[in-house]
């Protein structure tokens, strides 16, 4: 499998050095795709044509209450899937914020608990998954995972549920991305310690295994028929049975911290900087090096794993890839 490099989309302002510092969200019916990068307090938007002609930009700002312009650095932004609506949202030192996919009306706006004194424990959200047909999950800081109930339209989004199970602060979240209605855990999340914590989502969340680190933070995280997929700040990239917390690899790819993971779920191909088929075979595909440069944010433009697309800290460019 050879892949090769498409030209690059700029943004307009650098990426941040954050953890799974890049979202996509490909517009079929309109030959689009949307990709998000976050700036310290904004998110850099850009909607490109597949034919590769147009393209627009929007620059999101973080938000907080009773402030014209909000300093709150944002953490995270990625849209979530659901079946009837997309959503994106953004996580910050202050809050969580929903906006529709194309990110001209916020729909929602959750304040985080803050001290009125500084303390030493740093205050913000991170960790996004959309959780089977209606539930957004969000973690934050305090190691709680927060259950958003989000209806098929409009804003009567609501906190639905605290799962208080990580006592460090969450670094990711994945909900089952293959699409398969058999497998029973459907969202599993990260803290950073390294710990897993694997869940079955309904009008109580359940949870289902959990799975311990080993004192190094699991910066990304994915779920795929059943199999979780981790990156550890070892460079470490292990696959465990999500039930049963079985290792069944691994893969020792990596000299440095893994920034991003991501899955191609029709194919099961795996994206970090390594490349390979679940659950049983394990195959390196495909590697690029780009130099001087350190990756934080990497997502396959597609479900089949044609085009991939990363960004790297201090980078005001998005580097796209197709297979040749």
């Avoid at 605290?162 to 398969?180: P, Q, R």
């Avoid at 917390?245 to 440095?256: K, S, T, W």
């Amino acid at each position: 499998m050879m892949y090769h490099k498409e030209k690059s989309i700029q943004i307009k302002s650098s990426a941040s050095a954050l953890y799974n510092n890049l979202s996509v969200l490909r517009i079929a019916p309109r030959n689009l795709t949307y990709f998000s990068v976050v700036h310290a307090n904004m998110v850099n938007m850009v909607s490109a044509s597949w034919d590769g002609l147009n393209y627009s930009h929007r620059q999101l700002q973080s938000k907080e209450p009773n402030v014209t312009t909000s300093s709150s650095l944002i953490m995270q932004a990625a849209w979530c899937v659901l079946p009837y609506r997309e959503i994106l949202v953004l996580t910050s030192q202050k809050g969580i914020q929903m906006y529709e996919s194309d990110g001209s009306i916020m729909v929602y706006w959750h304040a985080l608990d803050t001290p009125e004194t500084p303390t030493a424990q740093a205050v913000f959200a991170r960790g996004i998954a959309a959780v089977r047909d209606k539930y957004i999950c969000v973690g934050i800081s305090s190691g709680s995972v927060l259950v958003f109930d989000v209806p098929s339209k409009g804003s009567n989004i609501t906190l639905s549920e605290v799962l208080e199970e990580h006592k460090e602060s969450i670094t990711d979240m994945a909900s089952e991305c293959s699409g398969s209605l058999e497998c029973i855990a459907d969202l599993v999340s990260a803290d950073d310690s390294g710990n897993l914590s694997v869940w079955k989502s309904g009008e109580d969340f359940q949870l289902l295994n959990k799975i311990p680190g080993f004192d190094m933070s699991c910066s990304s995280v994915k779920l795929w028929k059943g199999t979780v997929v981790a990156g550890y700040g070892t460079g470490q990239i292990r696959l465990y049975e999500a039930i049963t917390g079985i290792i069944h690899a691994e893969i020792n790819a990596h000299a440095r911290w893994i920034y991003s993971l991501d899955i191609a779920p029709f194919s099961g191909l795996v994206r970090s900087a390594f490349t390979c088929s679940l659950p049983f075979q394990i195959v390196h595909m495909y590697n690029e090096c780009v130099t001087d440069t350190q990756i934080c944010g990497a997502k396959f433009c597609d479900g089949d794993g044609y085009a991939f697309a990363v960004t790297g800290y201090d980078l005001s460019e998005i580097i796209r890839y197709t297979q040749a």
